[in-house]
């Protein structure tokens, strides 16, 4: 058996380990599109499992050995998804999903908030005006001390 090939097949039993029955048929054929097979399943079943499309490595990264950075952080992202799911094993990888908070506030506080965000945007730009006169202040004094024209 090839090191892919061998590759191919754990990957296939890992998701049917977090998620039973995500790929119903692994094949153990040496040929290249039974193997190609092997991973669309593999993708189509963590796609499945809550892993955002951009999380997930493309075939030929894997079949044609050319980006195996994107496969871990694959397996890493199968690893926080599995977390967050309740999976737990001895090895401690990845970071767990953080769940989402619905939150619901009253319309007198949304009104309330309204106020609070514009000030915020108004003293922001008079910060930023500020700072940009005191940025060019300084470079001022640093250019006319040493330009040539500048008054002894």
């Known amino acids: 058996m090839n090191v892919f090939l061998i590759l191919c097949l754990f990957l ?41 499309p951009d999380d997930i490595f493309e075939a030929n990264d894997l079949f044609e050995n050319t980006n195996y950075t994107q496969v871990q952080s694959t397996l890493l992202a199968l690893t926080g998804m599995a977390k967050s799911k309740g999976f737990h094993s001895k090895y401690d990888l990845g970071v ?10 009253a319309p ?12 915020q945007v108004r003293d922001k730009r008079e910060h930023s005006v500020m ?3 005191a940025v060019l202040a300084f470079w001022e004094d640093k250019v006319l001390e040493r330009s040539p024209w500048s008054p002894a």
Do not use: D, M
Request: aromatic share 10%.
């Open 108 to 119: 007198e506080k949304l009104k309330e908030g309204r106020n609070v965000i514009g000030l």
């Open 12 to 52: 296939c039993r890992l998701i049917n380990v977090l998620q039973p029955g995500s790929v119903r048929k692994i094949s153990q054929s040496t040929q290249n599109w039974h193997q190609l097979e092997n991973i669309g399943n593999f993708v189509r079943a963590i796609t499945e499992y809550g892993l955002r």
């Open 96 to 105: 767990k999903y953080a769940e989402k908070h619905q939150r619901r506030f």
């Open 131 to 133: 700072y940009h006169a």
